[in-house]
């Protein structure tokens, strides 16, 4: 079965300063996607950005983007010029090619420095 | 378009109590699923339905049960609740592979059991 880690149970950082959330996953699978999702104080759920296995590039949205490890299975995520609003729980997901499930990591409490 | 609703938002219950969480989308998804967030454990997977009249279980199905008589509705039943089911519920949709882009969550329930 799939498993996702993510091993920072709380990061900090000044605001408009850059951070990096960390996530590894174990698969046997050579086709998958990968999320980072965003949990602000109100909980609902806010799809970052994703990745797709078979792509090498490494996904951008704005001040977000991952480095996307395949051979290491690592997805960690980069927030550029943190800000205020950036203050929420990270969670990494993977999802299989064939699958419907999502598998979540323990997720990453981020707090943003002012 | 609503997305994904969930009712209600918040509930306390006593033990041994039954009760229903309901989820209804209006995005005509065919996906449907329930996880529960607990601190440190991310979202984990209870139930999921692949279209109607089709439901199976996820990593965590003691306790639940679900049914999927239409597409757009998809309840969580709580048989008899402990406090160990006290956690943050949500459901999620997704369209076939539309998946692979991300889901689409509810805003939660956060249920309470005393």
């Known amino acids: 079965a799939q498993t996702v880690t993510q091993s920072q149970p709380e990061m900090s950082v000044q605001e408009a300063e850059t951070v990096t959330l960390s996530c590894t996953y174990d698969t046997s699978e050579s086709d998958y996607y990968l999320f980072w999702y965003k949990q602000p104080p109100s909980r609902q759920m806010i799809l970052v950005i994703r990745q797709e296995a078979y792509k090498q590039q490494n996904a951008t949205e704005n001040r977000f983007s991952v480095n996307f490890q395949k051979a290491a299975k690592s997805f960690s995520l980069k927030i550029s010029d943190s800000q205020l609003g950036d203050a929420a729980m990270y969670f990494c997901a993977y999802k299989g090619q064939g699958a419907q499930k999502l598998v979540f990591g323990q997720g990453t409490r981020l707090t943003i420095n002012p | 378009n609503a997305g994904v609703t969930q009712t209600p938002k918040f509930q306390v219950l006593k033990t041994g109590q039954s009760m229903t969480l309901q989820c209804a989308q209006d995005?005509?998804?065919?996906?449907m699923s329930w996880y529960r967030q607990d601190p440190g454990m991310g979202l984990r997977l209870i139930h999921y339905s692949v279209g109607a009249g089709i439901t199976d279980q996820g990593e965590v199905p003691n306790g639940y049960n679900v049914s999927r008589s239409t597409t757009e509705d998809f309840p969580l039943r709580l048989l008899s609740a402990a406090p160990s089911q006290t956690s943050v519920y949500f459901c999620a949709s997704s369209y076939g592979d539309r998946a692979n882009y991300g889901y689409t969550f509810g805003s939660g329930t956060r249920l309470t059991v005393v």
């Open positions: 995005m005509n998804h065919e996906y």
